[in-house]
């Protein structure tokens, strides 16, 4: 989240688009009504009507997969209607930034794009630049080339008779759309957009939120209170894994994963250190170096910032389509593993295309699954369609300590860094993740000691140590607190920075005095700030606040935030060139002549002296943005699997781009397989199940797969509600108990009906007995191509009565 929970209720009018917060999300929607109580609009756009929809001012239902339609043609409305916050938009984004004369756009495919590799050539897209490197402007936004009229010319294409013929949506709902979101473009209002899964787990998931993002900087609702792009997480700490590396192409603090070729650190930080001679410009990752020099220090600490990274792994690219999960579950498939460490997730239900991700698990030689309880992964060889005696992997299940019997952090989506004590005792000889870690770190360390083996340094070098404290038997183990510190990272001698003198093992106070020479750690720079010498702040609970804070929500002591406690993210965009805010009566900072009160300022420097997007390379928030997999503007593209042979807007059906496994079918239009099927979750379970499914009264309350249908398709079909069905797909069918209910409606597409099939994806054949299996034996194995993620959500399926012989 840019912003945080409980600063939606300063919204005047909140989107609720790829998420069904009420239920999924509930103390986020408290402060969503708490808005609505203010007289702030709410509308659910979605492809089924929930408890979201029923407690919004407005439902305005979508096919599953045609957001960016819906989204482009609300770029079309703003731009035509001129409902843009023009001073914001010419001033703080990239609008009147000039294109260079390589860009090109033709029938749905940009410049650079080559049909051998799939893939896209980015210097086609590059700003035209001055002869100091820093790029062209035309503040009047009349140049044919600036970004401004590229978007114009662009987005005119997304007509509201093309959109809402595409996406199902009817020309008056999307007015009602556009009009009420749209009126948020001026100075004193705020307009936000709440999404999650449903925006994400698309082959353009990506492209959904870059969609929406420029909307909010074209209205001015990025930096604001009440405004911002905040992703609802699935999971209490899904924002922590990703801000310490739960992904392949990045390192703890968003740094890149080394590629190979990249010999020397000197190298690494050359490549990926963004330099500009704008004045103006903060551009904030110019510190990569310093950045980079002290999480290497906290990992090896022994050695040099250039010594320890020669011990970092190195990837060939940054490519989703070779490191994410599909192609790695591929490759386990084709038997190129020979073992997997499956950590606190279980593939067999979780994974896109399961019976294949089953299968490839049994071509391992061993695989270690580490839960709280057996569930489809640990189990996987005896599950359906499997033979034991065939099954040559060789299983190994470790029970590990569950949340509330263990201390440390989680971030949550608003990026507070909270801390959590430990409350019973874990069962029996059971540990926690940490000290799991750290056992095998010993062993394996003293294995190379006394076997010695291929390049042990990596291991052997490794400061595991530097997270552990003495426990009463003089041995060194896992502390959550101590590994705190280390985020935070010290200072490793006794050093002078910014005039300021510091003892070695002193805590860094920010991560402003971060270092190149290896005379400060920090596990992640993002966290420097959060345990000083005194204090741990997440543990923070104190709810003291000035008036300017009270007025927007603000308690800044209470726990901490990243980065340095600010709680809104490019807060420097609320305030004009004088540091005075464009919404007074809910300010987020302010200059009063000597100094920014309110927030933590997004840079203490003087209200007109630097360009507010501090993390951006220019300064401005990016309208087009070159640098993703799929083009520099989001464009329209069917699902990998979808009900139509064209749409309206270009001849190029699919992104070129998406992630893929080459030879495996698809459905499109086939008459197989009619139906449009998507995922989501209920309140009752959590992710798979493997933890929800063994509580008694959870299972009495959802106890098996169901599969909701609108009263059109059960009568085109003959189903009764609660009856036995099959949903199938080219992969694979499960059986499920039919749900018909009104709250899903079929599409109209280009005057045909489209009908969908909605099912939740926790169920599995281990628990509870009869529950159903998982949802994903019937999805995709394709997904985004900057991320990876699987298309969850758009996929057809066809659904009839179950018959003997059904799975």
């Given at each position: ?203 353009v998931g990506v492209q959904n939120i870059r969609a929406m ?255 552990c404290e003495e426990n009463d038997h003089g041995h060194m ?331």
């Amino acid at each position: 989240m840019t912003n945080h929970w409980n600063d939606l209720q300063n919204s005047d009018c909140i989107l609720i688009m790829g998420s069904n917060a009420a239920e999924n999300h509930p103390i986020s929607f408290k402060w969503a009504v708490k808005a609505q109580k203010r007289g702030a609009k709410i509308i659910h756009v979605d492809p089924r009507f929930t408890r979201t929809s029923a407690r919004s001012d407005a439902y305005i239902p979508l096919r599953s997969g045609t957001d960016i339609a819906v989204l482009g043609g609300m770029i079309n409305y703003l731009i035509k209607n001129k409902r843009y916050f023009h001073k914001y938009m010419v001033d703080y984004t990239n609008a009147s930034f000039i294109v260079g004369k390589d860009f090109d756009f033709k029938d749905g495919l940009f410049s650079g794009f080559d049909s051998k590799t799939n893939s896209y050539d980015k210097s086609k897209w590059a700003f035209e630049v001055d002869d100091k490197g820093i790029p062209k402007q035309d503040k009047s936004l009349q140049d044919p080339n600036c970004v401004f009229q590229i978007l114009k010319k662009h987005y005119a294409r997304y007509t509201p008779e093309k959109v809402s013929s595409i996406s199902g949506v009817s020309v008056k709902d999307l007015e009602l759309l556009y009009d009420t979101y749209t009126a948020t473009g001026k100075p004193n209002k705020a307009g936000t957009i709440m999404y999650a899964m449903g925006w994400t787990q698309h082959s353009v998931g990506v492209q959904n939120i870059r969609a929406m993002a420029m909307i909010q900087l074209m209205l001015g609702n990025i930096g604001i209170a009440g405004g911002g792009v905040n992703a609802l997480r699935g999971e209490c700490n899904v924002q922590g894994s990703t801000d310490y590396a739960l992904l392949y192409h990045i390192l703890p603090g968003y740094l890149k994963t080394p590629l190979a070729g990249q010999d020397s650190l000197e190298q690494y930080n050359n490549t990926y250190t963004p330099k500009s001679n704008d004045p103006e410009s903060a551009n904030w990752w110019q510190h990569y170096p310093k950045y980079s020099a002290s999480l290497i220090k906290a990992m090896y600490s022994e050695d040099t910032p250039e010594q320890g990274y020669q011990y970092l792994p190195r990837l060939d690219n940054h490519k989703a389509s070779q490191y994410s999960w599909i192609p790695l579950i591929d490759r386990m498939y084709e038997g190129k593993f020979s073992g997997s460490l499956i950590w606190g997730m279980n593939p067999a239900c979780s994974s896109s295309d399961s019976v294949k991700t089953r299968k490839a698990l049994g071509k391992l030689d061993w695989m270690v699954n580490v839960n709280l309880f057996q569930c489809e992964t640990s189990d996987f060889w005896k599950g359906p369609d499997m033979d034991p005696k065939k099954i040559k992997t060789e299983t190994f299940f470790i029970p590990c300590a569950s949340a509330i019997e263990k201390e440390g952090s989680v971030s949550n989506s608003g990026r507070w860094m909270q801390w959590r004590y430990k409350g019973p005792d874990a069962f029996g000889d059971v540990m926690t993740d940490g000290h799991y870690f750290h056992e095998i770190w010993e062993e394996l360390k003293a294995l190379y000691e006394k076997e010695g083996g291929a390049y042990p340094e990596p291991i052997t070098h490794l400061s595991f140590d530097n997270m552990c404290e003495e426990n009463d038997h003089g041995h060194m183990e896992f502390s959550a607190r101590k590994t705190a510190k280390l985020c935070n990272g010290w200072f490793t001698r006794d050093v002078e920075v910014k005039g300021k003198k510091f003892k070695k093992g002193q805590q860094v106070p920010s991560f402003a005095y971060l270092q190149t020479d290896g005379s400060t750690t920090s596990g992640n720079w993002l966290y420097c700030n959060s345990v000083t010498d005194d204090e741990n702040k997440s543990m923070r609970h104190d709810a003291s606040q000035t008036k300017e804070q009270a007025n927007i929500g603000l308690f800044p002591n209470w726990t901490w935030c990243w980065p340095v406690n600010r709680r809104i993210l490019y807060n420097r965009a609320s305030v004009d060139e004088k540091g005075q805010p464009w919404a007074p009566k809910k300010a987020v900072i302010k200059w009063n002549g000597s100094k920014w009160i309110g927030d933590v300022p997004d840079g203490g420097w003087k209200p007109g002296t630097r360009h507010p997007f501090i993390m951006r390379k220019n300064g401005f928030g990016q309208l087009y943005g070159p640098g993703r997999a799929d083009g520099p503007l989001p464009e329209y593209y069917e699902p990998l699997e979808c009900p139509v042979k064209t749409h309206p807007f270009s001849k190029t059906l699919h992104n070129p781009t998406a992630v893929q496994i080459k030879g495996e079918e698809k459905a499109v239009c086939d008459p197989r397989f009619p139906f449009v099927g998507t995922t989501y979750r209920v309140t009752e379970h959590w992710q798979t199940g493997s933890m929800t499914r063994w509580q008694d009264w959870l299972v009495e309350a959802e106890p098996q797969m169901f599969v909701e249908i609108s009263p059109e398709l059960a009568k085109l079909r003959g189903i009764e509600n609660g009856e036995k069905v099959t949903v199938e797909s080219v992969r694979g069918s499960l059986w499920a108990i039919a749900m018909v209910t009104e709250r899903i409606q079929p599409y109209n597409i280009n005057g045909t009906d489209v009908h969908m099939v909605g099912m939740p994806w926790h169920y599995g054949w281990v628990t509870p007995i009869n529950g159903g299996d998982s949802a994903n034996i019937v999805t995709p194995n394709v997904g985004d191509p900057n991320t990876g993620i699987p298309e969850y959500k758009a996929f057809m399926v066809n659904i009839r009565k179950w018959k003997e012989g059904d799975k």
